[in-house]
């Protein structure tokens, strides 16, 4: 029996490895973990994280051929193929601060293999690195060996939060790279014999390693390039009167563009796509390509050009000031059928209302007081820090209340901001909000959610993001 062991029990490797299980039934997968409290829940009947149809993936396998442990060091010790699926921040000092991926779990997990394997190993980057990591990775695991063979191989993976479940089971492809000897070969043969399980061998891709490696870099640059890409001509739609859904709608016709990834927002959010954009800006600059480096760059540049937009745009349009005013926000996630907020756009947007002296009212259908007040107390890039830098009891901010309904929080306000395209605000009853608002009452639509002409009916002021007023 091949035996799997995963280190990190996040967002990826949790799902993955309960996928890998249950389409495996001949494969023994342990997720182990440092922390006992993210164990235990995995061990529970209610998961650390929400995903659609992972409850039954886990349900199914768990005790079988899936297990959960804190017993990190065994695990590792009796796996033939072990994933490392640990964290990899923005690093927030020292060289390459603000930019750089901080590769320090990743560097302990990897002296910790070559500490306690007796047996070769395939050692599988799962999380986000930068291009050479494995280098870095091979060159401990070698130095330490005492004679085993360690393989290295990148296997970035592509699911989308929300959706994680569906895109494990029809992956649009699977990236294996590895290095090209023999032994590389075999390590990838290996690994592309457990996804064969259920993908079709068309869609598993293999390459060098540092193809893989970057073209997950590359994969999310390209992603957030036509979210920011859209962006900005939002920004001229507003100035001209055209609009953003109808030029995307003709744009994404064009089979060479596709019409997928092409709304319009309040900004991009989420734990990749700024982490790893940064990454690779930091990658261009050392190695001398300032050029490149400066064109991804400018993909979070119009990210946060975006957020402030938004800001600016409230501001000004309430008459130049929001202070003492009750501004209701509406949706915190970074974006719907998530409680997820690592870099939601919400949290800069709250930021430059509290700034400007507004009263926020908060109400998001999956995230807690307890989060939101963390997210507005805490420093950019300090939220992928578990360990030190997050703190363990913010001073509440004061301006900031959040409530558990979409009418308490728009109640008294004098306008509604929209930061998440949560189904649920389609559908309010817009004449009770109204009539319970300040007038003039404006709406913000960050995510064009709402019918803007029947509001309008309604008597609100309505923005909404690269369409006209
Ligand atoms: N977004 C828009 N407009 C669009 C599409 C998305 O504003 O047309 C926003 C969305 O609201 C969110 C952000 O973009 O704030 C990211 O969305 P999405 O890509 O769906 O979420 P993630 O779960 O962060 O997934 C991305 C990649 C996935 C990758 C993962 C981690 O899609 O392939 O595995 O990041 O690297």
Redesign the pocket.
């Known amino acids: 029996m091949v035996k799997i062991c995963c280190i990190g029990a996040g967002y990826v490797g949790g799902p993955t490895m309960a996928v890998i299980a249950i389409k495996c039934p001949s494969i023994e997968v342990v997720v182990v973990d440092i922390s006992k409290p993210r164990i235990d829940a995995w061990n529970s009947d209610t998961l650390p994280i929400y995903e659609p149809g992972l409850d039954d993936v886990v349900k199914a396998c768990r005790g079988k051929n899936l297990f959960f442990s804190t017993d990190v060091e065994k695990h590792v010790a009796e796996a033939d193929i072990i994933f490392v699926s640990v964290n990899t921040p923005t690093k927030t000092r020292g060289l390459g601060a603000g930019k750089a991926a901080d590769l320090t779990y990743w560097e302990s997990a990897a002296r910790m293999i070559a500490d306690v394997s007796k047996s070769d190993k395939i050692v599988v980057e799962k999380s ?1 690195v930068p291009v050479k990591t494995a280098e870095a990775i091979e060159k401990i695991l070698t130095h330490n060996s005492k004679g085993i063979n360690y393989q290295i191989l990148s296997n970035p ?6 959706t994680a479940i569906d895109d494990l089971f029809k992956p649009d492809r699977v990236l294996i790279g590895g290095r090209e000897t023999p032994e590389g070969r075999k390590a990838v043969q290996a690994l592309k014999e457990v996804y064969a399980h259920w993908v079709p061998e068309e869609n598993i891709i293999t390459t060098n390693l540092w193809s893989a490696e970057l073209s997950k870099l590359a ?2 640059a390209f ?1 957030a390039q036509r ?1 920011s890409s ?1 962006n900005a001509m939002s920004a001229l739609c507003e100035a001209t009167g055209a609009d953003v859904s109808e030029v995307s709608y003709a744009i994404g016709k064009d089979s060479r563009i596709g019409p997928k ?3 319009a ?1 309040v ?7 700024q982490k ?1 954009i940064l990454n690779l800006v930091y990658i261009c600059e050392c190695n001398g390509l300032p050029e490149v480096a400066n064109y991804w760059k400018q993909v979070i540049k119009i990210n946060d050009y975006q957020k402030s937009r938004f800001v600016n745009r409230v501001v000004s349009s309430m008459f130049n000031t929001v202070s003492g005013k009750k501004i209701a926000v509406l949706g915190f996630a ?2 719907k059928d998530t409680g997820d907020t690592r870099e939601t ?1 919400a949290i800069d947007v709250c930021k430059g209302l509290l700034g400007d002296k507004a009263q926020v009212s908060i109400y998001d259908p999956q995230v807690t007081e307890d989060q939101i007040q963390r997210d507005l107390a805490m420093n950019k890039f300090d939220w992928d820090h578990p360990m030190h830098l997050q703190p363990t009891s913010p001073t509440a901010v004061k301006q900031v209340s959040v409530v558990w309904d979409a009418y308490e929080a728009t109640k008294g306000a004098h306008g509604v901001c929209i930061l998440t ?1 949560w189904n649920e605000f389609k559908a309010l009853d817009y004449q009770k909000i109204f009539d319970n608002m300040q007038k003039p009452a404006f709406v913000f639509d960050g995510r064009n959610v709402v019918d803007a002409e029947k509001l309008r009916e309604i008597g609100f002021i309505v923005y909404s993001i690269g369409k006209p007023l």
Do not use: M, R
Request: charged share 20%; aromatic share 18%; net charge negative.
């Open positions: 986000t993976e592509f699911l989308a939060e929300g994969a999310n992603l979210i859209v990834f092409l709304n927002s900004g991009f959010g989420g734990s990749c796509f790893d970074f974006k756009p395209e």
